[in-house]
């Protein structure tokens, strides 16, 4: 058995390899002294910040002096990383009696607090100084922003949001805090909560398919239709059906057909500060060759071949319904996929293949009757609208050439 003399003397390292050769070995210890902490701290709850000595009695360098992190665990020789927020000192103490088990025999541990955390809340957003403000029992929110400087020239004060820590979310309205003050607007908080205090902004933005797209100036029951008629009204191309409004940081669908093309005024909401209108560019086809109009199609779900043909003025005279080119682009591989099409099997045999369905960013390409290869007009059209680039290829599908 090791003398008490060459036990204090052990380090850490010498001290796991004898345990590795010897584990039963029995280390001579003394009695634990007097817990440091009183007895009523015995109960105390641990929290981030907290400061703790760890006694491991006869094994001054097992014991250390630590700060709980914030995700409530203490660093320690030998036992590393050890979780203990949330845990009385009663039951760390016996849990780091267990841990110690695996390395000693009837291990003496002794836990006490020496610096307690300071009770704090979160000013967070478009304050002067944003951090943590000290809490005190009875404390409300305009406390906790003054704490922080006060709000910034840019905040909006008639949204203060109010996360607490238990659980659940308020929006204050403190534009008037020599009124406001010590009244339900001004929220008692409690320790842990979050303020955030937003930016102000005194516009709505509208982006995508619109004539002038950019913000538009705020004022009482705004609604969609003010916002739009402002920026000279949705294009052609647009897609009214998957238009989308952003409010309070959410997004949320806005259906502008059923508001413009069928008078719904339920679509037609009022905006508040800072809202977006997002119109998106409507999916599109090309349809180029011997058409009456080559160009862009817009795409409706469900679609196919004859339908962007017939939605561009349909075919011109000379065109080859035998020789119809469907070609599928993939952007990511710059490289296109062409198969041939016969839309006389459509018409005379009811081949409903020979009209494909189309997808988005499909090209149609319909050839001339006196054209045999067709390979290079396309080729020059897709690389004309930049869809590929001169290192790009096309693979053909079911072509003649």
């Not at 491991?56 to 709980?68: C, K, R």
């Not at 071949?305 to 005279?317: F, K, Q, R, Y």
Request: glycine share 8%.
């Amino acid at each position: 058995m090791l003398s008490r003399k060459s036990t204090l003397k052990i380090t850490i390292s010498l001290f796991s390899s004898l345990l590795a050769v010897c584990p039963a070995v029995s280390l001579a210890q003394t009695a634990a002294p007097p817990a440091v902490a009183a007895a009523d701290t015995v109960a105390y709850t641990l929290m981030p910040q907290d400061r703790v000595s760890v006694v491991v009695v006869n094994f001054p360098e097992l014991s250390a002096q630590v700060t709980v992190t914030p995700d409530g665990s203490v660093e320690l020789p030998l036992l590393n990383t050890v979780h203990v927020g949330g845990k009385t000192l009663s039951e760390v103490t016996a849990d780091m009696r267990t841990r110690y088990k695996k390395y000693l025999v009837d291990p003496s541990v002794s836990i006490s607090l020496i610096e307690e955390h300071k009770q704090i809340v979160s000013v967070t957003g478009f304050v002067q100084r944003p951090g943590l403000a000290e809490f005190k029992p009875g404390m409300r929110v305009l406390e906790a922003i003054a704490q922080a400087g006060g709000v910034a020239p840019t905040a909006d004060s008639t949204r203060v949001s109010l996360t607490k820590h238990a659980g659940g979310k308020l929006t204050l309205d403190l534009d008037h805090p020599d009124k406001q003050a010590g009244t339900d607007a001004d929220a008692v908080l409690d320790e842990g909560d979050v303020i955030y205090v937003p930016e102000q902004k005194s516009e709505v933005s509208v982006v995508g398919e619109v004539k002038a797209p950019g913000s538009v100036p705020y004022k009482n029951e705004l609604k969609v239709l003010d916002a739009l008629a402002v920026t000279g009204g949705v294009l052609d191309d647009a897609d009214l059906k998957n238009s989308k409004i952003t409010h309070d940081g959410v997004e949320q669908p806005l259906d502008l057909n059923a508001l413009l093309r069928n008078g719904d005024m339920t679509y037609n909401v009022t905006l508040s500060k800072g809202d977006r209108i997002l119109i998106p560019l409507a999916v599109r086809t090309y349809v180029f060759g011997a058409v009456q109009r080559p160009g862009f199609y817009t795409l409706k779900e469900g679609d196919r071949v004859l339908d962007a043909i017939n939605g561009c003025g349909g075919t011109s005279p000379d065109a080859s319904l035998k020789n119809i080119r469907l070609v599928r682009i993939a952007k990511d591989k710059n490289s296109a996929v062409a198969t041939q099409l016969n839309l006389e099997d459509y018409f005379k045999k009811g081949q409903i293949q020979a009209n494909s369905l189309l997808q988005p960013g499909d090209a149609v390409f319909v050839s001339q009757k006196q054209q045999k290869d067709s390979s290079g007009g396309l080729w020059g059209i897709l690389n004309g609208m930049n869809i590929l680039n001169a290192g790009a290829r096309i693979l053909t599908h079911g072509l003649g050439y």
